[in-house]
């Protein structure tokens, strides 16, 4: 009928199935009266004071008692001039520390920017500078580390008079006359930057809380869990750790820094600490995999939860896990850009699925949708390559794309993808060539 039509145009798909990709992706829950994610916290803090919040060595801290302590430093930064939007760099090892400043920034309406100590002098100066930071929260002497003769405001915690200061601060949860909106920023990590600098990503609680809620149901997370602190603070798996705790009524368990470089010292932090819940980087759980005791260590874990990512999941590995693991581990893989908030996909590996094609990156967790298209932005066939681009509430600021289609506004992930049937799962996606950290990981080809 059009002639004149451009190849690129035509459709390549029946409209039924069209409709059927472009159906508006299940809500992770309803948040049109959204709180703010500290909110979330504040709410388990008011039902459950007693309830452990943190184990961090021989110290622990109950959801009042961690509540108390931020609510104190809140004060304080509110006091400093710290409103909404206000960007606050946190300089901290993995501490109680740490996270009572990140919910202390979120408390004064600020959104914090992770600052890992073990981190090059260049990069945390690069990040101080970039993001315009005129407020900190210090672990330890930031001068040693950090230019900070343009920031304005340093809360020391390490500094006596400080901690005097401290205690003698407002204890109550802070209400400012003006509350943030749940799309005000939560927080703003940096990109590693191995295809440029890196740039920063800003999350608003909106996203956050969106992620929260799909995560929480995913996992099937309960207060009685015991979640490992895995991660540095200037990863978002932190975010998920975070999330899968003092959101969800559990324990966050801390490590010593560097307590965790071999697989014996996992297992048996694991079992010391009974820990129930973990997310490690791939490659870290792909060194669990070559542990000659893996199937001593899993005999009798406490562990009932293992996610990983960051990069391709070896489906050799897989095979070797599930043939030496002694226990009932759920293990995940997902997919996720920093811009989409922690993950968009997530795969569930059990014995029974077959893994000869690769492991998945699965399906879209609740609230997201995932997209496999062309270079002239049509969709793709099942079976057929394309680029991936997501869709959802846990979207924050990235890279942009406008599509003349009931989905407006997309993330371009730059990561090639194909949509397929198969294994238990109604709709399963493999990665062609992923993006891992910005730099490009090409996968086998799908036959």
């Known amino acids: 009928e059009s002639p004149d039509t451009a190849i690129g145009k035509l459709p390549m798909l029946p409209e039924d199935e069209v409709r059927q990709l472009l ?8 948040l049109s009266s959204a709180m703010l994610i500290h909110h979330e916290f504040e709410k388990l803090a008011a039902l459950q004071p007693d309830a452990t919040a943190i184990v961090c060595g021989e110290q622990q801290l109950s959801y009042g008692e961690l509540n108390i ?26 501490s109680a520390e740490m996270v009572t400043a990140i919910l202390a920034v979120l408390k004064a309406q600020g959104a914090y920017v992770p600052l890992d100590p073990s981190y090059p002098a260049e990069r945390l100066n690069y990040i101080l500078h970039d993001a315009q930071i005129n407020f900190l929260v210090s672990q330890s002497a930031a001068d040693q580390q950090l230019d900070v003769s343009r920031v304005e405001n340093i809360c020391e915690l390490y500094d006596i008079a400080f901690a005097q200061r401290l205690a003698e601060s407002d204890a109550s949860n802070p209400y400012p006359s003006v509350v943030s909106s749940p799309d005000s920023l939560a927080y703003m990590i940096y990109t590693s930057g191995s295809t440029g600098k890196p740039k920063g990503v800003m999350v608003t609680h909106r ?5 929260q809620l799909a995560a929480n149901r995913l996992y099937q997370m309960q207060d009685s869990d015991r979640v490992l602190q ?18 969800s009524g559990a324990a966050l368990v801390i490590p010593a820094p560097n307590q965790l470089l071999s697989a014996n010292a996992f297992w048996t932090f694991i079992a010391r600490h009974e820990v129930s ?46 043939q030496n693991l002694q226990s009932d581990i759920v293990l995940y893989n997902t997919y ?94 493999f990665g062609i060539a992923m993006m891992v950290n910005l730099s490009l990981l090409v996968g086998s080809m799908i036959k």
């Open 277 to 322: 819940v973990a997310s490690v980087p791939t490659a870290y759980w792909h060194v669990l995999c070559e542990d000659e005791a893996l199937a001593s260590d899993t005999h009798h874990t406490s562990l009932r939860l293992l996610v990983t990512g960051g990069e391709a999941m070896s489906a050799s590995h897989a095979a070797r896990w599930h």
């Open 23 to 30: 159906q508006r992706p299940s809500g992770a829950g309803d």
């Open 207 to 211: 996203n956050w809380l969106h992620y």
């Open 336 to 429: 996720g850009p920093t811009e989409t908030t922690v993950i968009a996909t997530a795969f569930a590996v059990d014995k029974e699925c077959d893994l000869t094609c690769g492991v998945p990156i699965g399906n879209a967790i609740d609230g997201v949708q995932l997209l496999v298209l062309d270079s002239a932005l049509n969709l793709v066939p099942t079976g057929s390559v394309g680029e991936l681009y997501i869709h959802g509430g846990q979207w924050p600021k990235g890279i942009l794309i406008n599509l003349s289609s009931p989905v407006s506004v997309l993330f371009k992930t730059h990561s090639l993808m194909t949509r397929m049937h198969g294994c238990t799962e109604p709709e399963i996606w």
């Open 69 to 94: 302590r931020a609510n104190r430093l809140a004060h304080v930064l509110i006091s400093q001039g710290v409103t909404e939007n206000t960007l606050v760099g946190v300089f901290a090892d993995k």
């Open 230 to 247: 895995f991660s540095s603070i200037s990863f978002d798996i932190f975010i998920e750790e975070l999330s899968l705790s003092l959101l």
